[in-house]
């Protein structure tokens, strides 16, 4: 595949995550992810380990399917509301292109509206995918929010 291909598929896969995250079909989000997959949101950009340092949200797979489960759940009531957002990706970079894991960045905006208030996120993400089948699927990702040192209300969408 070619470099240019290959930045074509990234990009048309990343606008797939942001168009299911979108939707509020986060089962069809998860799908997209590898079994083995975390979702990481630092406190600061400089943190290296999940594991060890304090996380706005750090989710392994089986956290993340939890999530996926409670989402809309009638017993939930932190999801009894509607969650409306909308992404748009850019500065999508290939950091390291050693098929079939790649590294990738992209900046994202995220507006959100939750519980009658308009909310809007910024950041950089960061990508580690497995190339499989001409597609791709996410091993790990990483949001750095810009005000992640802010004080934040629940944030129940991945971002």
């Known amino acids: ?12 896969f990343l606008e797939e995550e942001a168009d299911r995250l979108d939707s509020g079909d986060l089962a069809g989000w998860l799908e997209l992810c590898t079994e083995g997959s975390s979702y ?9 380990d999940p594991h060890h340092e304090i996380s706005l949200l750090y989710e392994n797979r089986t956290l993340m399917e939890l999530r996926v489960r409670n989402f809309g ?7 009894e ?5 909308s992404h748009l990706i850019g500065r999508i970079r290939i950091r390291d292109d050693t098929p079939p894991e790649l590294e990738v960045t992209a900046r994202f905006h995220c507006v959100m509206w939750y519980r009658n208030e ?3 996120f910024a950041g950089d993400s960061r990508y580690d995918l497995l190339e499989k089948g001409g597609s791709f699927r996410i091993r790990r990702k990483r949001v750095d929010l810009l005000n992640a040192d802010a004080s934040h209300k629940s944030i129940p969408i991945y971002l």
């Not at 990481?40 to 290296?48: G, I, K, L, R």
């Not at 759940?73 to 999801?79: I, Q």
Request: charged share 20%; proline share 8%; net charge positive.
């Open 81 to 85: 509301t509607p969650v409306r957002c």
């Open 40 to 48: 990481w949101m630092p406190v600061s950009s400089e943190q290296t």
């Open 118 to 120: 308009q909310r809007i």
């Open 73 to 79: 759940h009638r017993l939930a009531p932190s999801f």
């Open 1 to 12: 595949m070619s470099l240019s291909t290959r930045r074509e598929a990234i990009r048309a």
